[in-house]
């Protein structure tokens, strides 16, 4: 399973973002649970948003009502639309690819399929 990752970026505080993930390779389906996690410097990584094959979605709490996960399965890709950005926003944001939801939100270790990761930068 390959994991592509793009749209990230510099933008100033109150702006918006779309991330993509481009999922291909033997062995993914539409029917694995897809998810964003974001590392900062000096921190562990932590889930952002997760959505199942029938496009139930979790988020972390300081993302709520500001970042909507989707996906479509018809091109393989997930997607992150981030509004109201924050400069506590700036990470290192990687597509992960599980074959299960984990019961556990963010569990990172849930999760058998990651990208590279693309970097998000947000200033004052």
């Known amino acids: 399973v390959r994991l592509v990752e793009s749209g990230g970026g510099s933008v100033q505080a109150g702006g918006s973002l779309r991330l993509s993930c481009a999922a291909s390779g033997y062995g993914y389906s539409n029917y694995y649970c897809m998810g964003w996690f974001r590392q900062s410097p000096g921190k562990g990584r932590e889930g952002v948003a997760d959505?199942?094959?029938?496009?139930?979605?979790r988020y972390i709490d300081s993302v709520k009502n500001r970042f909507t996960i989707s996906r479509d399965n018809a091109k393989g890709n997930l997607y992150l639309q981030m509004n109201r950005l924050e400069p506590e926003d700036t990470a290192m944001y990687y597509c992960a690819a599980a074959r299960f939801c984990p019961v556990t939100f963010g569990m990172e270790s849930g999760y058998q399929n990651w990208g590279e990761g693309t970097q998000v930068t947000v200033s004052l």
């Open positions: 959505v199942s094959p029938n496009g139930f979605t």
